[in-house]
């Protein structure tokens, strides 16, 4: 068990199976590695990696301890150069939060599966993030935790898989897949959310999203290309939204060679949509 306030100061080596109970803190520059382990959380309870701190994590599962309950995440700040591949994220608030407040935070984030999150991958006013986040999965189905609109501290109301706010990335968002497995009346899931920053957006898949990408006031050029979103008529006459949302923008944005289909004959959401654009 890791306890409840609990600061790591010098680089520390996970081998096995963790408990956190609320609280942990690596500070760097040190680093903290978690490979081929199973952590578990309390409810609420988070790893927030400070000052240069660096998390290598590797085919590890982190998840809350009881089925259903919820933990907060891992929370990333001013710390780049972080290493998370091949683990699963299950049930919590914003499984990765990427945050500049003085220089930026970033990583390789590869081969991840994120599973009933309110947020997959949340990244924050950082000015450079200089890795692709590629092949991963983002998913929510029956069995996601009852979320409100106060929980670990959070307002929470719609689901993402990742949700980017002032956020210039280097290189593409890449070859991922979004999967929605609830009737989206019920639970709202969108793809990517992209408010300012910029980034390219390629090759990834949709299934069901309300809404499967969003770009809303970017500050540089940005591409959306070769993108696959389908909506399914499995889950009935619900509501969706525009698959690809352009909001404010003035700058250039390419759109290019995306498949966008419908197989319910009982909505007609637009594929496209513009506003305030120039």
Known sequence: TISDGTVYTTNTVWAGKYYVDGTLTVSGPVYLDITNDDITFAPC????????????????????????????????????????????????????????????????????????????????????????????????????????????????????????????????????????????????????????????????????SYQSIAIVTPDEDCSIENNDIEILNSQGNYSYSNQIYIDNSNINLLIYDNKISNSNPDISPDGIDRKSVV
Not at 155 to 165: F, P, R, V
Not at 190 to 198: E, F, R, Y
């Open 45 to 208: 309870a988070k790893i927030i990696f400070n000052n240069g701190a660096q998390l290598i994590a590797n085919n590890s599962v982190f998840r809350p301890c009881v089925k259903n309950e919820i933990w907060d995440g891992l929370i990333f700040n001013d710390c780049p150069d972080n290493l998370i591949e091949s683990c699963i994220f299950e049930d919590a608030v914003d499984a990765l939060s990427f945050n500049g407040i003085s220089q930026y935070s970033d990583g390789m984030v590869s081969a991840n599966q994120f599973y009933n999150c309110n947020t997959g991958i949340y990244s924050s006013n950082n000015r450079t993030f200089n890795y692709p986040i590629e092949g991963n999965r983002f998913e929510i189905d029956q069995l996601v935790p009852s979320y409100n609109n106060d929980y670990c501290g959070d307002m929470l109301k719609d689901y993402y898989g990742i949700n980017s706010l002032s956020t210039y990335f280097a290189y593409p968002i890449s070859q991922n897949n979004f999967m929605n497995g609830i009737n989206p009346d019920h639970v709202i899931f969108n793809g990517i959310l992209l408010t300012g920053g910029a980034a390219e957006i390629s090759l990834n898949d949709f299934t069901d």
